[in-house]
């Protein structure tokens, strides 16, 4: 897979988003509404974490060729900034290059480390520390086994439903894989904290904004877990805004 970047109208941006684990690229289809209506291009393909041989290669060979095809209806490159939700953030870094992808943003994402697996990365992040202070703080609502309770208190509850229908199981392999590139892309990266997560706290968010991207200053949004189904027009509102600043030198 190789790099590429063509002349595209700078108005006109291709979000490629990556789902996070148990999710498929349905869960985003509020989002991509808003981010159509605004006159963007989108794609969110399911990625193949539910099948046992799934490799890293597969996952990132599944947005080149959504890409693609979406490239093969418009004139000129496409202007790719990629959206990561949750472990989602383990894939998208490894799509940078051969997207050709400007910036990255990562919403309540779990950034990897090299040679750190998905498991590892609860540890290495301090996960369930965070988790145990904010459900004393809350009375156990963080962490709670109920996902209407940890990932969907804010979601309409028939769209909580229909989401939790929809869920896909996550390959223990690639939840195993150490992450393969030996440092993460010299791309920008923006990250979005959801600051009333009750799976992810937002401390570790901050944490990991700042320690793995350097992102000392991240993006708030008043939502849980699942942003792109409790404030779907807000975070294409911030997408929009994320892809259209202007990058470092």
């Known amino acids: 897979m190789t790099s590429r970047r063509g002349p595209r109208p700078p108005s006109v941006t291709t979000f490629v988003i990556v789902h996070g684990s148990g999710d498929g690229g349905w869960a985003w289809h509020l989002v991509q509404r808003a981010l159509r209506g605004r006159g963007h291009e989108t794609v969110a393909p399911d990625l193949p974490t539910d099948t046992d041989d799934a490799t890293w290669d597969d996952c990132v060979q599944v947005l080149v060729d959504a890409v693609d095809a979406t490239a093969a209806r418009s004139s000129g490159g496409p202007d790719v900034v990629l959206v990561a939700h949750s472990a989602g953030s383990q894939v998208t870094p490894l799509a940078v290059g051969p997207l050709g992808a400007r910036l990255q943003v990562h919403v309540a994402g779990m950034v990897p480390r090299p040679g750190e697996s998905a498991y590892q990365w609860f540890d290495a992040a301090?996960?369930?520390?965070?988790?145990?202070?904010?459900?004393?703080?809350?009375?156990?609502?963080?962490?709670?086994?109920?996902?209407?309770?940890?990932?969907?208190?804010?979601?309409?509850?028939?769209?909580?439903?229909?989401?939790?229908?929809?869920?896909?199981?996550?390959?223990?392999?690639?939840?195993?894989?150490?992450?393969?590139?030996?440092?993460l892309p010299d791309v920008p990266a923006r990250y979005v904290v959801t600051t009333r997560d009750r799976f992810m706290p937002p401390a570790v968010q901050r944490r990991v904004a700042q320690e793995r991207l350097g992102v000392t200053d991240p993006e708030e949004l008043a939502s849980g877990h699942c942003p792109h189904l409790s404030r779907p027009e807000e975070l294409a509102g911030v997408l929009e805004r994320l892809a259209g600043q202007p990058m470092p030198a």
Do not use: I, K
Request: charged letters at 25%; proline letters at 10%; hydrophobic letters at 45%.
């Open 126 to 183: 301090g996960w369930a520390e965070s988790v145990a202070a904010a459900a004393r703080a809350d009375g156990g609502l963080t962490g709670s086994d109920d996902p209407l309770v940890a990932f969907y208190h804010d979601v309409p509850a028939e769209l909580a439903h229909e989401a939790m229908a929809r869920e896909r199981p996550t390959a223990d392999r690639l939840a195993r894989a150490p992450w393969p590139l030996p440092a």
